[in-house]
């Protein structure tokens, strides 16, 4: 829930900003009263990270249903699958702007998808909302990428505090998905919050995306102290 409520979000701060303008293309009359503005998302809908698409455009169209009609408002969605490459999120956020003329673009999910988009808006002075892309660095050097959820500086260490002022964990490991920059920001993060307040890291291991296997790692935490 708290996921769609945060892609709500990310939907009505699309809406405002779309009143604003931004990008090359127009809202269009609906009915009566009302105002389509067309929106570009760019999603993993394929790829290792399909499922988090899945799930960030369910939450999107139930925004957008929630939204409809309100305060004359329609957001019409053009969707884009960005086969989970940073190659393909630029791509689609071109074609978005130059052929479906939205005023707006919503996405990633990964970091490095969001970031490959980030150029693209900076070039063309398109707004691109991010719902899920949490690297701390991506906000800067912009004025045309926003973040709606929590970067991985805050979640780490709250995961951090946690640990240690509600588990009272004076050691932990820490296992890290190599492949995705959201787990290596996670676990760095959560690293040093967690040994500037006397925590002791005591393993890190690691694993890809896709595997499922975890033997190793698992009993590498069975044999620590």
Partial sequence: MRKVLTIAFALATLALLASCGGGSG?????????????VGVVIEKSGALE????????????????????????????????????DQSANAFISLVNVKNVLVVAGAVASSNTRAMKEQANKLKVPLITHASTNVQLTKD????????????????????????????????IVT?????????????????????????????????????????????????
């Fill in 26 to 38: 127009k809202p269009a009359d609906g009915a009566a009263g009302v105002t389509r503005y067309p």
């Fill in 51 to 86: 499922n988090w698409g899945d799930a960030s455009e369910k939450g999107m169209r139930l925004a957008v249903e929630d939204l409809k009609g309100k305060d004359g408002i329609e957001i019409e969605l053009f969707i884009e699958d960005n086969k989970s490459t940073p």
């Fill in 142 to 173: 912009t004025e045309w990428l926003y973040r709606v959820c929590w970067n991985d500086a805050f979640q780490g260490a709250v995961v951090a505090n946690f640990a240690l002022d509600n588990q009272k964990a004076k050691k932990a490991a």
């Fill in 177 to 225: 998905d190599a492949a995705q920059d959201y787990s290596r920001g996670l676990s760095k993060n959560f690293r040093e919050t967690y040994e500037k307040r006397g925590g002791k890291v005591v393993e890190e291991l690691t694993y890809q995306t896709g595997d499922k296997v975890f033997t190793s790692q698992v009993e590498k935490l069975k044999a620590m102290d």
